[in-house]
């Protein structure tokens, strides 16, 4: 009796394999990520791989070949970053994918609203109120944290102005737009 055996090749368009390289800065992030902000480490993971990923817009198939995760686990990371708006999806017209990339809107500052810290500092001094017969020491913590709240109101926009000038400055030395006293050029 003969037995024949079928054996299937599956091949996979997939982007470039990343490099150790790459893969070490990715787990980098995703620790920092997960340690300082909580984040589940693939969606720090991913958005490591999405800084210096080649191309830079990568399918859900891509992505998860590349950290050797799983589908789901890739979807619920590129989910958690678009609610951040620091990852975002795109289809190019014709296409049936989905690709994922670093969203533009992340290289902005966040937080830098001054009114949301004038709200932390009107809800601490709600508490302050709750606390009013409470010893010096009982008090300090929230008094520490409606004055931080009010300094960086106070401080944030110039820090925001600060910033703008100088990504206007790194734009411009970038693409040569620099005069010769060293200022930027605005168009």
Request: hydrophobic share 40%; glycine share 6%; with cysteine.
């Amino acid at each position: 009796m003969t037995q024949i055996c079928v054996i299937s090749v599956r091949t996979a368009t997939f982007g470039a394999v990343p490099s150790d390289t790459q893969l070490i800065f990715a787990d980098h992030v995703g620790r920092f990520y997960a340690r300082q902000y909580g984040f589940p480490p693939m969606a720090g993971r991913l958005l490591g791989y999405l800084c210096v990923c080649d191309p830079p817009q990568q399918t859900i198939d891509e992505l998860g070949e590349a950290l050797l995760a799983s589908r789901s686990a890739i979807t619920g990371a590129v989910k958690l970053l678009e609610g951040y708006r620091m990852a975002r999806r795109t289809r190019t017209a014709g296409e049936r994918v989905d690709r994922v990339s670093l969203d533009p809107a992340s290289q902005q500052p966040q937080n830098f609203d001054s009114a949301l810290h004038r709200e932390h500092a009107a809800l601490f001094r709600e508490g302050l109120v709750l606390l009013a017969d409470a010893p010096p020491e009982r008090r300090a913590p929230l008094e520490e944290m409606v004055a931080l709240a009010e300094f960086l109101s106070d401080r944030l926009p110039q820090l925001r102005d600060e910033w703008h000038t100088r990504r206007a400055e790194l734009r411009a030395r970038r693409t040569g737009t620099l005069d010769r006293e060293g200022e930027a050029h605005h168009d």
